[in-house]
C-alpha cells in the first residue's frame, strides 16, 4: 500500500488540508487584501507560510493632483505595514509598468522554482485592468514552465503546485465568466479583521477605491451564502498544467 493518508468524511464534516506555502502574485499593493485577504489571513492562522509577490508600486493609486509627489514614498510605507501586520513574506518586483516579455517569465519561473509554493493565487487572464491581466498571462506562462520543462535554468529545478487559482476581482467579476466553476473559502472569521486591516494600512486608496470596498464586502456577502457563511471568497482553479490536488476550503 502507498504512503498516502486517508480521512474519512462524515455527514458535511470535510476537514481543511493547509498547504505549507501559498503564493499570491498581486498586480499592486491592495490587491492581495481586496480579493484574497480573508483567505491569506485563514490559512495564516491555520499554519501556511505566505508569501505575496507584488508586481508593481500602483503609483496611479491617487485622487487628487497634489498627491502624485508622494504616493510613491506612502505606498512603499503602506507595504512594508501589511507585512508586518498579515505576517508575510512580501516580494516587491518593482516594475514600473507590466509589459509582458521574456525577462519577466524568466524571473517569475524562477521565483516559483526558488520558493516551491504549494498552492499560487493569480488574477485571471480576462481581467479588465491590463496590469491585472499581463500579470496573470505572465505567471501563466511561467507555470507552464515549471511544471513542463526545463527552460530559463529549470535543471532538476522542476516544480510542479498542488492547485493554481484565479482570484476575483473589481475589474474581473466571476458571474461575467462563461463557464466558470468555482470554489468559495469560508471567510466568515475573518471579514472584519481583512476590512480593518486595509482601513489601518492603505489610507492612501480610501478614496480611490470606496467603491471597490462596497464591492468586496458585497461579494463576500454573495459568496458566502453560496456556502452558507456569512463572507466568502471565490476561486476559479486553473487545471492545464497543474491538476487539482488541493482544495481550499
Wanted: proline share 4%; aromatic share 10%; glycine share 6%.
Amino acid at each position: 500500500m502507498s504512503n498516502e493518508r486517508y480521512i474519512l468524511c462524515e455527514d458535511e464534516d470535510v476537514p481543511i488540508v493547509v498547504p505549507k506555502h501559498i503564493m499570491i502574485f498581486a498586480p499592486h499593493p491592495d490587491d492581495e487584501l481586496i480579493s484574497c485577504g480573508g483567505t491569506i489571513l485563514k490559512y495564516q492562522e491555520l499554519g501556511a507560510e505566505i508569501t505575496i509577490v507584488i508586481a508593481t508600486s500602483g503609483l496611479g493609486g491617487y485622487a487628487k493632483g497634489n498627491q502624485k509627489s508622494t504616493i510613491e514614498e506612502q505606498r512603499g510605507d503602506e507595504v512594508k505595514k501589511v507585512s508586518d501586520i498579515l505576517q508575510s513574506n512580501v516580494i516587491e518586483l518593482g516594475y514600473e509598468n507590466l509589459e509582458i516579455t521574456r525577462e519577466k517569465v524568466s524571473r517569475i519561473t524562477n521565483l516559483i522554482r526558488d520558493l516551491k509554493p504549494h498552492v499560487v493565487l493569480i488574477p485571471h487572464y480576462t481581467d479588465f485592468h491590463r496590469v491585472h491581466r499581463n500579470l496573470s498571462l505572465i505567471t501563466r506562462e511561467s507555470i507552464y514552465h515549471c511544471a513542463t520543462g526545463k527552460a530559463y535554468g529549470g535543471h532538476k529545478r522542476e516544480w510542479i503546485p498542488l492547485g493554481v487559482y484565479y482570484y476575483e476581482s473589481p475589474s474581473c467579476k466571476f458571474q461575467y465568466i462563461e463557464g466558470s466553476v468555482f470554489i468559495v473559502v469560508d471567510i466568515e472569521a475573518h471579514w472584519e479583521p481583512k476590512k480593518n486591516i486595509f482601513n489601518e494600512v492603505y489610507v492612501s486608496q480610501k478614496e480611490v477605491l470606496k467603491r471597490v470596498l462596497d464591492w468586496a464586502e458585497d461579494t463576500a456577502i454573495l459568496r458566502g451564502n453560496e456556502i452558507n457563511s456569512k463572507y466568502g471568497e471565490s476561486y476559479i482553479p486553473e487545471t492545464t498544467y497543474t491538476p487539482l490536488k488541493l482544495l481550499l476550503k
